[in-house]
Each structure stands twice: as structure tokens, then as C-alpha cells.
Nanobody, 122 residues
Framework: VQLQASGGGLVQAGGSLRLSCAAS????????MGWFRQAPGKEREFVAA????????YYAGFAKGRFTISGDNAKNTVFLRMDTLKPEDTAIYYCAAGPRYAGGSSSDYDYWGQGTQVTVSS
């Protein structure tokens, strides 16, 4: 499974961005796709996940109410809409795919994309 993330960029605080993650290859085993982020000097953290099986969405606390994850099954693509961005949202955002959601641990995911930089200026 290959994951291609895109959509990052530079935005002012309060602005919005939409990230995309397109999956290709043998995607039949990847029932969940998620986003993680890693800021400089910090550990990678869970942002959100989407289940292809149930269309359920899962969010980290900081993402609830500001971020929306969705999926386009026909395109094997997951989107992360980020609104009301804050400087503390600045990080490299990684998409990942795995067999099931089990709490947002990065160890749940078998495949990772290359990451896309999101920078929010104050």
C-alpha cells in the first residue's frame, strides 16, 4: 500500500487547509486511515482517523470541533479539513493506514505516507 499526502502549506492563524491522502496498491486490508502530526522537538501524535467500514470518524481532543476527516471510497482518498488553525498546529502531517482503529496509537498503522508540512503563522 502506498500513501500520497498533499495539501499542506503556509496559512495565517484562523485560516483553513485541506489535506488529502490517496491510497494505492493492495488497499483491501486497510480499513482505517488516519492522520498524525509531529512538531519539531515533539513526539508524533494522533490527529484523526476514518473507518472505511463504518464511516466512523475519530478525533484527538485538540482536533474536535476544528478538524473534519472524511473519505472518498471511489478514490481511496481521505481528507482532513482543518479550520481555525492555530500556530500550535504547525507540524508535519502524516497519513497512515491500518486494519482497524484501536485508540489512535501509531502502532495500529501498517503503512505511512511521506508527510506534508503545515505552517500556521501568527
Amino acid at each position: 500500500v502506498q500513501l500520497q499526502a498533499s495539501g499542506g502549506g503556509l496559512v495565517q492563524a484562523g485560516g483553513s487547509l485541506r489535506l488529502s491522502c490517496a491510497a494505492s496498491g493492495r488497499t483491501s486490508s486497510t480499513h482505517i486511515m488516519g492522520w498524525f502530526r509531529q512538531a519539531p522537538g515533539k513526539e508524533r501524535e494522533f490527529v484523526a482517523a476514518f473507518s472505511w467500514v463504518s464511516d466512523a470518524a475519530y478525533y484527538a481532543g485538540f482536533a474536535k470541533g476544528r478538524f473534519t476527516i472524511s473519505g472518498d471510497n471511489a478514490k481511496n482518498t481521505v481528507f482532513l479539513r482543518m479550520d481555525t488553525l492555530k500556530p500550535e498546529d504547525t507540524a508535519i502531517y502524516y497519513c497512515a493506514a491500518g486494519p482497524r482503529y484501536a485508540g489512535g496509537s501509531s502502532s495500529d498503522y501498517d503503512y505511512w505516507g511521506q508527510g506534508t508540512q503545515v505552517t500556521v503563522s501568527s
